[in-house]
């Protein structure tokens, strides 16, 4: 079992930052695969930013060059620098790691105004 928590979702004007975290009650270091997915009302969730391997990563189009990724194994946390937001990233964020199942965390809303 692996419990994820994230945090640093909150409200924040377009063009803002957040920068999310999740911890894992579980260590990281024999985890390959952490993520960020976020679901919009009426939408379905959709993968945000992929760690797939230590150096490489994937995104959405939609918020390449705006969102980074990254993981501390020492502290068993995975993060989500977002900068230049948009009203359109408006969601709940949920972080995600798989390991010998899928896991997820409770989800953290983040509002974009404009």
């Known amino acids: 079992q692996v419990q994820l928590v994230e945090s640093g979702g909150g409200l924040v004007q377009a063009g803002g930052s957040l920068n999310l975290s999740c911890t894992s009650s579980?260590?990281?270091?024999?985890?390959?695969?952490v993520a960020w997915y976020r679901q919009a009302p009426g939408k379905q969730r959709e993968p945000v930013a992929r760690m797939i391997s230590p150096i490489r990563t994937l995104y959405a189009d939609s918020v390449k060059g705006r969102f980074t990724i990254s993981r501390d194994n020492a502290k068993n946390m995975i993060y989500l620098q977002m900068n230049s937001l948009k009203v359109e990233d408006t969601a709940v964020y949920y972080c995600n790691v798989v390991s010998e199942a899928v896991y997820w965390g409770q989800g953290t809303q983040v509002t974009v105004s404009s």
């Open positions: 579980r260590s990281l270091r024999r985890i390959t695969t």
